[in-house]
Structure formats: structure tokens, C-alpha cells
């Protein structure tokens, strides 16, 4: 199928890539003409593993190109996909001018039957305001269709290539023909499509975005409840989570949620709600407990040294908002880092793929080192903020001659606490007993 993805952000890009690697033909459009240049000869604007190996294949074989020309690139298209922001306005709901803005240009350049596919995560009722855009600017046929993403960072081709589910918004059944065959190859090993209205599409991603910001906060609310009550949070979390009902994945608790859906998506459902006059509670809380667990290693740190961090250097390993990205957008590590640097505290950190975006963000105002053991250098204590595999099983001897104490604040709970006694360092991490 001819395909056009507009918008070459995380999602497009990555749908982009996975579709012309099942043989179709994808041209992709951003408006960003340095960005399209560079794709265009061969690089790729982020890091995501495997990405690149699919990327330079599809490229090399035609089916995956790239322009800033929106006509040329819907001309032959069938199926548009808008993969376009949708930042949070103002009053925290989604902004829709993006999307808004891309249907009206494309309402003006067809001339044949179209499907406009909605992939970016939006509020109940866009594809109703998209569809009046096109209405109001054309009487060429278009079908505009929710199809929600539920990509994660760091296995986002994996995810896109054998999704657990694909979600298809339309009551057309010309479109819903067209978007079963292009997923056909995705679902070949048995998982389901499940075709519904769009509205029921839409609130579809909002409603597993929240419900798993929701299993996360309730899980960091059971871990600063075993820190008071003296148990453990692990065998908590084995104890639940092998009932079915709850299962094992997602109750791992840590510094709060961060990346750019969550935050952002909780925030959006909030406010659809009160905009239609319903009061969702738990959500309510949920940002709530989520912003407070953001500082809880700094929390920890101060009661620690009772209140006293001036000059006291801190190396921090992981920036990224979780391993295997270099995406630091809402990432707990900033939240350490400025509440340490009110407090008068020095920061050396440490992160595998994440380092360059903090320097664009906060400059020299932390230093960043070029290992894992060269943060330590001087450190009165270690801070972890990113589960990266390379920090799970670090050299403890080599730590311990370079760290000034054996000192660690650890928000990802990466080491056993059998080990910690063993090798005799202060450890301090969510949910478990201090090792002291
Ligand atoms: C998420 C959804 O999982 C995905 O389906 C959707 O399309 C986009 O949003 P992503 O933001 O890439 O994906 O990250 P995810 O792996 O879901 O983690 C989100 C946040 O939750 C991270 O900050 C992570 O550290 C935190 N998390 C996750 C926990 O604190 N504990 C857990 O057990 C799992």
C-alpha cells in the first residue's frame, strides 16, 4: 500500500519505518527541513534500539522516504497517518492544533478518496473535529479513523512489529477494510484487532495510559507504606502480582513515572473529565503521589544528612526517564538535580545515551562524566535514578576505591540487600529496609 506518516517524531518515525517493512510504501513528512535532510541521508534523529537496522533497509530499498512537501506526499497516498504533537495547552488539556492544522492542509491538496489515520494520542471526539475539518474544506470522500499507539520506548519496533493488540477506530467499513489488511502481517501470530467506534478508540489509549500510571503510583504508595510499617516491597509485589488479576508486570516501584506519555496523558483525562462535568478522582491523586515520589531520593538524602547538602557532591547514574532511550523528557533524574542544586549540592552524572539531551537542558550547571566509575570520583555518596543494565551489576570493588563513603541512594532498587550487608555499604532504596 502507498502510505504517507505526517510528523516524524518518535511515533511517526517509528511507524513510518515498521510499515515499509512490511512492503509498503512510506513517505514520511515533517516540517522540520534540517531534520528531513538528515534522515534523508541516512540518519536517524533518535535512539531507539533497532530502529536503525529497519531504518537504512527500507531506505536502501525504496519503500521508506522522506520530504518537507506535504502534496507530494499524500498525492498517491491511501492511508495518511498523523503523527503530529499534542502538547498540553494551557489548562493541561491536549492542544489540537497540530492535528487541526494538518487536516486542513491536507483537506486542500486531494482529490481522491483518503483514509486519515489519527495515531497521536487525543482527546475523545478528534476524529469527529477532524472529520468536520475535512467537511468543511472539501467534498472529496476521507474516513477518519483512531488508531492509538501503545509503543514503548526502548522495544518501540518490537511493540509496533507484534503488538499484543491493534486498535482500530471507525464505523466505515471501507476504511476498516483497508486498515485490517495493512495490519494483517502485524497480528499474523494470533493477536487480536479490535475494531470499535472512535471514540471508544480514543479513550482507549487514555484509559491504559492512566490505568498504568495508576498500578505504578499505588505500587510507590505500597513501598513508602512497607518503609514505615518495616516490610518488604519485593515480596510484596511477588505476593500480589502472581494472581492473574493483577499480574507480575508494571508493579515495580521507583522514583515516580516519568516519559512522555504518561504525565502528559493522565493530566489530558483529568481535564476531559472536568470539562464534561465528571470528577475523576483517583486520577487527582495519582498526579499527586507521582509528583511527590519524583523527590523522594532527595528526601531520603536530606533526612540523611539532616538537612545539611551544601558542597556535598552527589554522583547520579541515569538521566533517561528509563533505560534504553535517551529520552529525558519528565525524567525523575531532573527532579533530583534541581532540587540538589537549590540545595547547594554538586552533581557528576552518568547516563549511556541520555547525557547530550541534559547538556542541551542544563549546560555545565551539573558535570557529566564519561564512565559509570568516573562519577564517582569524590562522591560523598551514589545516587541511581535509570534502571540501565549496565548499573545492575557494576564493579563493587572498583566502586569502592573510588567512592569517598560507601554510600548508595538507589531508586530503582537494582541491588540485593543480602549483598549490600555483605559488602558493607549504606543502602537506601524505595520500599526495603536501610542496610546500615
Ligand atoms: C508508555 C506505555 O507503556 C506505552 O504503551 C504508551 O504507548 C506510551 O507510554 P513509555 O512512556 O515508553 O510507554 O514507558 P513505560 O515503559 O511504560 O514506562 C513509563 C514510566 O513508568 C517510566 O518512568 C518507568 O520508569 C515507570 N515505571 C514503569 C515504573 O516506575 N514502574 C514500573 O513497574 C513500570
Not at 178 to 203: C, F, H, K, T, W
Not at 265 to 271: F, M, S
Not at 275 to 281: L, P, Q, V
Request: glycine fraction near 8%.
Amino acid at each position: 500500500m502507498k502510505i504517507a506518516v505526517i510528523g516524524t517524531g518518535y511515533v511517526g518515525l517509528v511507524t513510518g519505518t515498521c510499515l515499509a517493512e512490511t512492503g509498503n510504501n512510506v513517505i514520511c513528512v515533517d516540517i522540520i527541513e534540517e531534520k528531513v535532510n538528515k534522515m534523508k541521508a541516512g540518519q536517524l534523529p533518535i535512539y531507539e534500539p533497532g530502529l536503525d537496522v529497519l531504518f537504512h533497509r527500507n531506505i536502501a530499498q525504496n519503500r521508506l522516504s522522506f520530504t518537507t512537501n506535504l502534496a507530494d506526499a499524500i498525492k498517491d497516498a491511501e492511508i495518511i497517518f498523523m503523527a503530529l504533537p499534542t502538547p498540553p495547552g494551557g489548562d493541561g488539556a491536549a492542544d489540537l492544533s497540530y492535528i487541526l492544522g494538518a487536516a486542513k492542509d491536507i483537506s486542500k491538496l486531494i482529490t481522491d478518496y483518503k483514509v486519515i489515520v489519527n495515531k497521536s494520542t487525543v482527546p475523545v471526539g478528534t476524529a469527529d473535529k477532524v472529520a468536520a475539518v475535512f467537511a468543511e474544506n472539501t467534498s472529496v470522500e476521507v474516513d477518519v479513523v483512531s488508531n492509538p499507539e501503545f509503543l514503548r520506548e526502548g522495544v518501540a519496533v518490537d511493540d509496533f512489529m507484534k503488538p499484543d493488540r491493534v486498535v482500530i477506530g471507525t464505523r466505515s467499513e471501507r476504511a476498516r477494510k483497508l486498515m485490517g489488511e495493512l495490519y494483517a502481517p502485524y497480528v499474523r501470530q494470533g493477536n487480536p484487532i479490535y475494531y470499535m467506534d472512535e471514540r471508544s478508540s480514543e479513550l482507549t489509549k487514555y484509559a491504559a495510559n492512566s490505568f498504568l500510571a495508576t498500578k505504578i503510583t499505588f505500587m510507590n504508595e505500597i513501598a513508602n507504606l512497607c518503609e514505615i510499617v518495616g516490610a518488604d516491597v519485593d515480596a510484596v509485589r511477588k505476593g500480589i502480582g502472581s494472581d492473574d488479576r493483577i499480574g507480575k508486570r508494571f508493579l515495580f516501584p521507583g522514583i515516580g513515572y516519568g516519559g512522555s506519555c504518561f504525565p502528559k496523558d493522565v493530566q489530558a483525562l483529568e481535564k476531559a473529565a472536568v470539562e464534561h462535568n465528571y470528577d475523576f478522582k483517583i486520577l487527582k491523586a495519582v498526579m499527586d503521589v507521582n509528583e511527590k515520589q519524583k523527590t523522594i531520593l532527595f528526601d531520603k538524602l536530606q533526612a540523611y544528612y539532616k538537612g545539611d547538602l551544601k558542597g556535598k557532591k552527589f554522583a547520579l547514574w541515569g538521566l533517561a526517564f528509563k533505560p534504553e532511550t535517551d529520552d529525558i523528557r519528565e525524567a525523575p533524574a531532573l527532579y533530583i538535580i534541581n532540587e540538589l542544586l537549590n540545595a547547594g549540592a554538586e552533581v557528576v552524572a552518568f547516563d549511556p545515551e541520555a547525557m547530550g539531551n541534559v547538556k542541551v537542558l542544563l549546560g555545565d550547571k551539573i558535570k557529566y562524566a564519561s564512565t559509570q566509575y568516573e562519577a564517582l570520583e569524590g562522591a560523598d555518596a551514589l545516587l541511581i535514578a535509570t534502571e540501565w543494565s549496565l548499573f545492575r551489576n557494576p564493579d563493587f570493588e572498583k566502586m569502592e576505591s573510588i567512592l569517598k563513603n560507601k554510600v548508595i541512594f538507589d531508586g530503582r532498587n537494582l541491588f540485593d540487600l543480602q549483598k549490600m550487608i555483605d559488602l558493607g555499604y549504606y543502602y537506601n532504596s524505595i520500599g526495603r529496609k536501610i542496610i546500615s
